[in-house]
C-alpha cells in the first residue's frame, strides 16, 4: 500500500473508531438521561400510545386514562383536578409532566426495573403493556376539609400523621385543572398554560414544597425548644420588656399592638409562648446564642431539601452576624425562611416525642395484577429534641390554645397543641397569617400547618390565630371524625 492509501485508511478507521464510540456513548451511557429528558417529545408520543396507570386517593383513580381514539391512544384525565393538582401535577404532551405524574412516571408507565417480569409475561402473554398504580396516603376527606377552610384565599395547608410522616392532606391555592393541560390540542394546552403562567398569583406553584415564608412566630417554637434544651424550664422567668431596644441599633422590637406582655419585667417562658410575647423571644434568642438557635432549627429539618417523593425546597435559617439580627430571627422575622411542610415538621417532631419522621405521599404501588411491589415504610428523619423538652413543648402549646393566642382552634372535649404566627412581609403589604398545630396532645393523630398569605380575606386586620387557626381546626375535626 502506498503512503497515500496508508493515510487514507488510517483516516476512515479513525472515523469509524469515532463514529462507533460516540454511538455507543449516546446507546448505552446517555440513553437513560434523554429518555427522561422532559423536553424529549419522542418520548412522550411512546407513553402516551400505551395505558398509563392510574393515580388512587382514598381507593378511587383521581388521574386515570383511556383510549382516545386519535393518535396518541390514550387521554389522561383527572377527577376533582383542582382539589388534589398540586398533589397530581399534570401530563401533558406539549408541557411534559409535573407531580406524582413526574416523580412516579416509571411505575405509571411500567418501565420501572421492578417491572422487569411483568414486562416479560407480556411480551410472551401478548398482553397489551399497562403502567402500574400508585396510592398515596391523601385523605379525601382530610384533604376536601383543608381546600374547604381555606375558601378562595391564597395559602397553603399540609397535614401529615406524626407517627408515621404520612401526609395526608396537601393544598395550595390558588389551584389549577390540569385536565386544561392533559388535552391533545396543541392550541388550547398552549393558551391554557400561558394563562397561568401570566396569572399573578402563581397557581403552578406548590406552596406546600417549593414556596418559603418568614415563619414569624411559628418559629418561636424552635426558640422555646433551643431554650429547653439548654437547660430552662417552662417556669423560667424571662426578661419581657414593653420594648427591646436592639444591641448596636437605634430600632427597637415591640411587642403586638405595642402592649406589655405581663404587669412585671419579667414573665414566665411558658407564659411568653401563650401570648406570643416577642420581645420575651428576642431577647432569649440573644441569651441562647445565635449557634443554638441555628443549631435547633436544623434539628427540626431546616437546611434541608426532602423528596416526598416531590422536590421540597430547604427552609433557611442563615446565621446572624450579630444581636440584633439573631432578635429579630428568634422571632421567625429577617432572613428565617420556611416551608409550610417544615412548619409541621415541627409540630409532629414536638407530638412525636421529639421524633421526626420522614414524610411521605406514596403509600403503595401495584402492578396490572394489583400486586403490590412497592409499599411505604415510615422511617425515622431525625431527633429534634429530647423527649422531657418536647414534652414541655406540648403542654406550653396546649396553653397556647386553651388560654392564648390560638383559642379558635379549640374543639370540644379534645386536648388542641398549637402556635399562632402573624408574619412580617413587606411595609406595603399584609402580614401573612400562620397556625401550626397537632391533635390530640396526648395521642396525636394529626400535625398541620396553615399559611394564609398576606391575612387572606381580612388582610392587615389578620392574625395567625383570627384567620389560620379555625382552618386547622377544620383540619383535625376532618381527621378525628375518621
Known sequence: MNTPLRRISIVVVTMFIALMGAATWTQYVRAPALNDDPRNVRTLYREFDNSRGPIVIGGEPVAASTPSGDAFGYQRSYTNGPLFAHVTGFYSVVYSRTGIEREENDFLTGTADSLFLSRIQDLFTGRQPQGSSVELTIDPAVQQAAWDALGDQRGAVVALDPTTGAILALVSKPSFDPNALAGHSTPAVNEAYRALEADPASPLINRVTRETYPPGSTFKLVTAAAALEAGLTPDTQVAAPQTLPLPGSSSSIPNFGGEACGPGATVSLAEALRISCNTAFAQLGIDVGADALQAQAEAFGFGAE?????????????????????????????????????????????????????????????????????????????????????????????????????????????????????????????????????????????????????????????????????????????????
Open 306 to 482: 426532602l423528596d416526598i417523593p416531590l422536590p421540597v425546597v430547604a427552609s433557611e435559617y442563615p446565621l446572624p452576624p450579630d444581636d440584633a439580627l439573631t432578635a429579630i430571627s428568634a422571632i421567625g422575622q429577617w432572613d428565617v425562611r420556611a416551608t409550610p411542610l417544615q412548619m409541621a415538621l415541627v409540630s409532629a417532631a414536638i407530638a412525636n416525642g421529639g421524633t421526626t419522621m420522614t414524610p411521605y405521599l406514596v403509600q403503595t404501588v401495584r402492578n396490572p395484577d394489583l400486586e403490590v411491589v412497592q409499599e411505604a415504610t415510615p422511617t425515622k428523619l431525625g431527633t429534634a429534641v429530647s423527649a422531657s423538652t418536647a414534652a414541655a413543648l406540648r403542654d406550653m402549646m396546649v396553653d397556647v390554645v386553651d388560654n392564648g393566642t390560638g383559642s379558635a382552634a379549640q374543639i370540644s372535649g379534645v386536648r388542641v397543641a398549637g402556635k399562632t404566627g402573624t408574619a412580617q412581609t413587606t411595609d406595603d403589604a399584609a402580614p401573612h397569617a400562620w397556625f401550626t398545630a397537632f391533635a390530640p396532645a396526648d395521642a396525636p393523630r394529626v400535625a398541620v400547618a396553615v399559611i394564609v398569605e398576606n391575612g387572606g380575606s381580612q388582610g392587615s386586620e389578620a392574625t395567625g390565630g383570627r384567620v389560620a387557626a379555625p382552618i386547622a381546626k377544620a383540619v383535625i375535626e376532618a381527621v378525628l371524625a375518621q
